[in-house]
């Protein structure tokens, strides 16, 4: 802070070597929207004078302000915009753009209008479609402005976007206790090059978490991973612990993976997950030692799946994100068609804050997963995005319990497919709702697979789900706009009649897309013991394939 004092204090009066001067003006703005002046705003300070002007904020001024915060300095002698970030841990960044005050093109208008008794006159300018005025005055000669816009016009005293939302100054002052060596503090903050210094601001103000890097899922035994990562099921199922910073509740968390075809051509199913580890069985026992190790789900099909629901000593994995690889991005690129440009690969980015209170301030296991049985398979980078958000918030942590997931993660490992909706029961699963929990929804994400024409990837099937025996939610999952991702499945088949596999709608996903989870209103239901029931009418067997639903389902609810 002190650093950041030293260098506003100078920034003002000289940059290099500029003269000093005795003429400064402070000016402090604030913003109103609709007409309305937001309380506990942090008001805009301008420092002008005949050589420069400083912008910044009372916060920044009386060194209360957090980091990441900025201040910009406009040189007068040749128009050059100086931005200094200042990023935490003494990190301070510069950049010069000596362009940027010269190109704005701004029409000046026959308007006047009187702010704090300086006679005003009128010019307006267009930023990325938003009608900016500006009332500016010549009569203290100097010239600035609480932004880059209107710099070189005069001193600024109010700006009005699209005409509702204003900056306007409320104070005018002569500031006579700037003055000091007129050159920047050694060493000078290094100067980097204006993306640079837009992408080091950007990233410092949240947190990035690094999960997977390039790292291989294949059918393989042989393939290597760094120490902290393991890979599981022939190599088709990679995880790591991750430590995740305590944030507040308003915070948002953002999942992002990107991915590219290192031999397999075909659309997959993907997941990425957390493992519960609080109960006594847990998914991690079935990953390093078999499919065998968690409980086993009956619906008297004849069938027996594991680890799907939960029991008294056992959480199924909590799914993060349902993701579907393309066909081939990458590795297939060769395959050109005139006219199209395939991408270079598939990212995908889910907002995952709902799910904060499983993971906020733990540590904990997470995996990804893509069903493949390719030697080459897919390469995968994934982090986690933490944005923190300090609001005030009367709610206590919410509560987050994972109830099921058909989706068979451990599926090159012995792990059966989610059939069990060909019989009446379908999904079937006990659970006990702590006192004093209210507002209960359920994060529900469905997916319908497998058959030719006629199976239930390609056929509309409505999923029902009751509580306690009556029917509570109905919904038909389905995704009509698949053509929408041509451009990533470039060993995607063609048939006869024009159309690409990877046009075709699907049972609520496509190749190359995220699927969105469904929330479930459930309401306020009483403590205790209660059964939820998933019901779709599952297609038969067609020939050697047959139809299954990946679905997933976690409860969320408020103390």
Not at 18 to 25: C, E, I, P
Not at 262 to 282: E, H, M
């Amino acid at each position: 802070m002190k650093y950041f004092v030293k260098l506003l204090l100078v920034s003002l009066l000289a940059l290099d070597g500029l003269a000093q001067t005795k003429d400064v003006f402070q000016i402090t703005y604030l913003r109103k929207n609709n007409g309305k002046t937001p309380p506990n705003q942090d008001p805009i300070i301008v420092l002008a004078s005949a050589t420069g002007t400083s912008v910044f904020s009372e916060k920044i001024l009386k060194g209360e302000a957090k980091t990441p915060y900025e201040v910009s300095f406009t040189d007068r002698s040749d128009n050059s915009l100086y931005q200094i970030a200042f990023l935490g841990n003494d990190k301070v960044l510069m950049t010069q753009n000596t362009k940027t005050l010269g190109e704005q093109k701004i029409e000046f208008l026959p308007d006047t209008q009187t702010i704090l008794g300086y006679l005003c006159k009128k010019a307006t300018t267009v930023v990325n479609s938003n009608r900016i005025d500006l009332w500016y005055t010549n009569e203290l000669k100097v010239k600035g402005a609480p932004s880059a816009l209107g710099q070189t016009i005069g001193l600024v005293l109010k700006m009005v976007r699209n005409g509702n939302s204003e900056t306007e100054a409320v104070k005018i002052e002569k500031n006579t206790t700037w003055a000091a060596k007129n050159q920047l503090p050694k060493p000078t903050p290094p100067l980097v090059d204006e993306l640079t210094y837009k992408d080091e601001l950007w990233k410092s103000r949240f947190i990035q978490i690094p999960v997977f890097q390039n790292q291989t899922i294949n059918f393989s035994d042989s393939a290597h991973a760094p120490s902290e990562v393991f890979r599981f099921a022939h190599g088709t199922v990679i995880a790591k612990k991750v430590k995740f910073p305590k944030v507040g509740l308003a915070s948002n968390v953002f999942l992002e993976l990107s991915q590219y075809s290192n031999g397999d051509a075909y659309d997959r199913t993907g997941s990425v997950f957390l493992i519960p580890t609080q109960s006594k069985i847990s998914f991690l026992d079935a990953l390093q030692k078999s499919i065998k190790e968690v409980p086993v789900y009956e619906n008297g099909n004849g069938k027996q799946y594991q680890g799907v629901i939960q029991t008294a000593d056992y959480l199924p994995v909590l799914e993060l994100m349902r993701f579907f690889t393309p066909f081939g991005v990458r590795q297939y690129n060769y395959l050109q068609l005139k006219n199209k440009t395939w991408a270079d690969s598939t990212y995908y980015r889910q907002d995952v804050s709902d799910l904060l209170p499983a993971y906020n301030g733990q540590e904990v296991w997470i995996a990804a997963f893509i069903g493949n049985y390719d030697k080459g398979g897919h390469k995968v980078s994934m982090r986690f995005s933490v944005h923190p958000n300090e609001r005030p918030s009367t709610q206590k942590e919410d509560w987050v319990m994972p109830l099921f997931n058909t989706t068979n993660v451990m599926e090159m490992a012995g792990q059966e497919y989610g059939t069990m909706f060909n019989n009446d029961k379908g999904l079937q699963v006990t659970f006990e709702v702590p006192q004093g929990i209210k507002n209960l929804k359920l994060r529900y994400t469905t997916t319908g697979h497998g058959g030719w024409g006629n199976g239930d990837e390609f056929v509309p099937k409505p999923n029902t789900i009751l509580v306690d025996g009556k029917q509570i939610f109905t919904i038909t999952p389905w995704r009509a706009d698949c053509g929408s991702y041509r451009l990533v499945n470039p060993a995607s088949g063609n048939f006869g009649n024009g159309l690409s596999s990877s046009d075709l709608s699907r049972s609520n996903w496509c190749p190359g897309t995220v699927t969105n989870p469904i929330w479930v209103e459930l309401g306020n239901l009483p403590a205790g013991k209660h059964t939820l029931q998933v019901q779709i009418p599952q297609g038969l067997p067609e020939g050697g394939s047959f139809s299954a639903w990946n679905v997933s389902g976690t409860l969320i609810g408020e103390w």
